[in-house]
C-alpha cells in the first residue's frame, strides 16, 4: 500500500473526526494540527511494521 485517505469531519461534540477509508483507523482531536498527529500515530500503530506502511496519509474533507 503506497497511500491510506482519511475523511476528516467536523464533530457535532466541538473538534475533528478522522476515519480511513480501506482501514479500520479512527481518531479524533479538538484542533486539525493535532488531528494530524494523531493520524499519523494511529498508522503507525495500525501498520508497526514500516515496509508494509502506507508512504502517503492524504486527507480529504
Known sequence: MTEIVFIVEDDPDGGYTAVALTESIFTQAEDIETLREMICDAVHC????????????????
Open 46 to 61: 495500525h501498520f508497526p511494521n514500516e515496509e508494509n506502511r502506507p508512504r502517503r496519509i492524504l486527507l480529504k474533507e
